[in-house]
Nanobody, 122 residues
Framework: QVQLAESGGGSVQAGGSLRLSCAGS????????MGWFRQAPGQEREGVAA???GNGRTYYADSVKGRFTISQDNALHMNSLQPEDTAMYYC????????????????????WGQGTQVTVSS
């Protein structure tokens, strides 16, 4: 059973940076699609970034391109944070490869962490 735990959330001012970590265990296969999602109050969960651990390919939502990076250790590096980035952030895993046509679709991910809160003030 895959278990995931996020850390690194917090409060920052607009323009600041945060690094979110995802500690995982129980992987059955060496290749997984690791994703980051976020959900603000009253809004649907949305995909932010994903990384295929097999080929290293990364995927990003348009809203975070150029500001967020998912690294080889599956951490999410967030720069130039804006108030609209405020949300609960979740790490998730999909067994085997990312689905290239919809790599950031939440229903494709079967394992989830508990989330870590990110709050960006203006």
């Amino acid at each position: 059973q895959v278990q995931l735990a996020e850390s690194g959330g917090g409060s920052v001012q607009a323009g600041g940076s945060l690094r979110l970590s995802c500690a995982g265990s129980g992987y059955r296969y060496s290749r997984n699609c690791m994703g980051w999602f976020r959900q603000a109050p009253g809004q649907e969960r949305e995909g932010v970034a994903a990384r295929d651990t097999g080929n290293g390919r990364t995927y990003y939502a348009d809203s975070v391109k150029g500001r967020f990076t998912i690294s080889q250790d599956n951490a999410l590096h967030m720069n130039s944070l804006q108030p609209e980035d405020t949300a609960m952030y979740y790490c998730a895993a999909h067994v085997w490869a990312c689905l290239p046509t919809m790599p950031l679709t939440p229903r494709n991910f079967g394992y989830w962490g508990q989330g870590t809160q990110v709050t960006v003030s203006s």
